[in-house]
C-alpha cells in the first residue's frame, strides 16, 4: 500500500507521513519542528491536534478515525544527517552501520547490499564507492543534509 509523504512544514512539524498497514490500521508519524533532543521515549498525544488537521486536510475521510495507541521513538541523528558507515581497524571484522536518522527502512536494503558485496569481495570498489563519506571519523561541519 503506498505511503502519503507531506514535506511541507506545520505550524509545529516539518513532515509527516501514513499508511494504511495490512490490519487496514491508520500508521502516521509527525518529525516535531523545533527537533526534542534526548533520550525520553514516554508517549505523549501533544502531536496529534496537529497531525489530525493535516491529514483531515488532504484526506477528509480520515476525520472519523479513532487513536487505538500512540509511541515514542527515537531518530539515531548524526550532525550532518548522514549515517556512519565504516569498518572501524581497532574492531578486526567488525562493520559499523548506524545513524540513519529516519531513513533505515529506506537505506538499509541498499545499503545492506553495498556491505554484503563488500565482506564478500564482489565488487568491493564500486560499493566502496558509494559509502565513501560515512566513516566514523569524518568531521561532521555543516547541518542536516538528509531532510
Do not use: H
Amino acid at each position: 500500500k503506498p505511503m502519503m509523504v507531506d514535506i511541507k512544514p506545520g505550524p509545529k512539524s516539518k513532515n509527516y507521513y501514513f499508511y494504511s498497514n495490512s490490519e487496514n490500521q491508520i500508521i502516521f508519524c509527525l518529525t516535531p519542528s523545533p527537533a526534542v533532543w534526548g533520550d525520553d521515549r514516554r508517549s505523549t498525544s501533544q502531536f496529534l491536534p496537529e497531525i489530525s488537521k493535516r491529514m483531515i486536510q488532504l484526506i477528509p475521510k480520515l476525520s472519523n478515525i479513532k487513536v487505538r495507541r500512540v509511541w515514542c521513538g527515537l531518530y539515531p541523528m548524526t550532525p550532518d544527517g548522514f549515517p556512519i558507515v565504516d569498518f572501524p581497524k581497532q574492531l578486526k571484522g567488525y562493520v559499523l552501520a548506524a545513524g540513519m536518522c529516519g531513513q533505515g527502512f529506506m537505506l538499509g536494503p541498499g545499503l545492506g547490499r553495498a556491505l554484503s558485496n563488500i565482506i564478500t569481495g564482489e565488487k568491493v570498489a564500486e560499493n566502496q564507492a558509494r559509502i565513501k563519506g560515512f566513516e566514523l571519523n569524518r568531521k561532521f561541519e555543516g547541518q542536516e543534509k538528509l531532510k
